[in-house]
């Protein structure tokens, strides 16, 4: 009887041990059985199997004009330029979206593009285009030079983008999620970025890595060492170190003729190595306000830029404010910090196979790899004397949805794929373009004096080898800085 006992108990324990495995979910005997359903997601992907958007299909406007505010230099021409004749895809990719666009929401753009807007003009250009709409022209949209964006903002001649959040699906992958994250003051976001700026992709710093340096020096392949988490600032010097070959014997010792552990495209590339260490100019506090970034002002942005200046003193490594285009052209550094757009301007003439690799994290306790922009790409805004918000909604939503479906695979095919045909670098591609970071300290770095930007405190401190007043050089500026960022956050609405 205690056997039959026993044995009751045992059927009855392992009864409700698979009656408590079920409760996790149901169990397929054949596993295969669920791979032959077919779910339908033609409402959600277009035949190319990209996302669609939102925007309603009997949206028709009647064939009104959208003026546009645009500008047509150093990188941002990409962004409008539709002149394919000689054979630029990219450009011809623009043309098809604008087209697009058009006939979709049954529209006509007119682009300003009169005004170069670049980083040399962007004052005046600032001046004119509100002058012009003080003086009554309407622009539905302004698509500026990046900086000027904070202008247009803080001097109220444009809209809060927010306000249109059911048009502007800003959850979709044609917005920058980042740059949304980082770029709102006082629950307000007055411009956006994205798959609707190829530029933005185009200015994404990377460091070129000379592969056959690599080999050459019997080193770790830096890609692979990006994936294991263990690519950072350690490692990066690591790398550099003893690289220095004075290949150009005319001029006595080191000289951009030389051969490097690591060379600039200018002096741009410096904010690289903050964003990459987890570092910010200016952030956002708990309530919405504009302040100077803690970290910046801290030990952690000290020490990162004494070691680079040290670094930088050394033969091994050419950081002196200038551009050395040529260095990357030959092939005569282990590694290379430029944009992508100077890589595909220098492609042509670079006869060794190379790779990408994101600015290196701090230290390995660092979760994440993050990459910045230069700043010739450009923003898009709706202006305050717009007639029609919500049809200029439409607009931006629809050209950056084009623009996802377009634009964005030939720039991608440009720089991920042509000439790189090796699967780690379109694994550090995709790292180094979804890890971009913005800052605001970047982006409103146009209100300062260069000499009281929290930008030139931290950049022209690198090439000048300054590594003995960095708490001194913010002390005496931080009143300065702290005066733009009040008037900033006043005219914000604090």
């Known amino acids: 009887m205690k056997k039959l006992f026993s044995l009751l108990c045992c059927i009855l324990a392992l009864a409700t041990l698979f009656a408590g495995c079920q409760n996790d979910g149901p169990v397929n005997e054949d596993p295969k059985d669920t791979s032959t359903e077919e779910v339908d997601t033609s409402d959600l992907y277009d035949a190319n199997g990209y996302l669609k958007d939102s925007i309603p299909d009997n949206i028709d406007y009647g064939g009104a004009i959208i003026k546009i505010m645009a500008w047509n230099a150093e990188g941002g021409d990409v962004d409008f330029t539709t002149d394919y004749s000689e054979g630029d895809q990219i450009a011809y990719q623009t043309f098809l979206r604008n087209e697009a666009v058009q006939e979709r929401l049954n529209v006509e753009f007119e682009f300003d593009l009169s005004m170069k807007g670049n980083n040399a003009d962007r004052y005046n250009y600032v001046q004119t285009v509100e002058r012009n709409i003080g003086a009554g022209i309407n622009y539905d949209l302004i698509a500026s030079y990046s900086m000027c964006a904070a202008n247009f903002s803080a001097d109220g001649y444009v809209v809060d983008l927010k306000q249109y959040q059911g048009i502007l699906d800003f959850e979709k992958p044609w917005w920058s999620s980042k ?53 950072t600032m350690a490692k990066f010097y690591e790398m550099c170190a003893n690289k220095w070959i004075d290949t150009n014997t005319e001029v006595e010792g080191k000289d951009a003729g030389d051969n490097f552990g690591f060379a600039p495209m200018d002096s741009v590339i410096g904010d690289g190595f903050l964003a990459s260490n987890s570092l910010h100019y200016l952030s956002t506090d708990e309530s919405g306000k504009l302040v100077i970034d803690p970290k910046f002002k801290g030990e952690q942005t000290y020490n990162l830029s004494r070691d680079l200046i040290d670094k930088f003193k050394t033969d091994d490594y050419l950081y002196d404010g200038n551009s050395h285009a040529a260095v990357l052209r030959e092939g005569r550094s282990l590694f290379f910090a430029c944009t992508l757009d100077f890589i595909k301007g220098n492609r042509s003439e670079m006869d060794y196979k190379f790779g990408y690799v994101p600015y290196p994290k701090a230290d390995e306790a660092q979760k994440e790899y993050y990459s910045a922009c230069g700043f010739p790409y450009t923003m898009w805004m709706i202006t305050s004397v717009c007639k029609d918000g919500e049809r200029a909604a439409y607009v931006m939503e629809a050209l950056a949805s084009e623009s996802y479906r377009t634009v964005q695979p030939e720039v991608y095919e440009n720089l991920k794929y042509r000439g790189n045909s090796d699967p780690l670098n379109g694994k550090m591609f995709d790292l180094i373009i979804e890890s971009k970071t913005y800052d605001m300290g970047r982006i409103f770095h146009n209100m300062f004096e260069w000499s009281n930007s929290p930008v030139a405190a931290f950049r022209s401190r690198m090439y000048k080898y300054d590594n003995d007043n960095w708490y001194s050089a913010l002390a005496s500026t931080s009143e300065a800085m702290q005066s733009v960022i009040d008037n900033i956050n006043t005219s914000f609405g604090y």
């Open 179 to 231: 740059m949304l994250e980082s770029s709102t003051i006082n629950d307000k976001l007055y411009f956006a970025s994205g798959s609707i700026s190829a530029s933005s992709i185009l200015q994404t710093l990377v460091l070129a890595v000379n592969m056959q340096k690599v080999v050459d020096y019997d080193l770790e392949d830096p890609r692979q060492l990006v994936l294991d988490g263990e690519w």
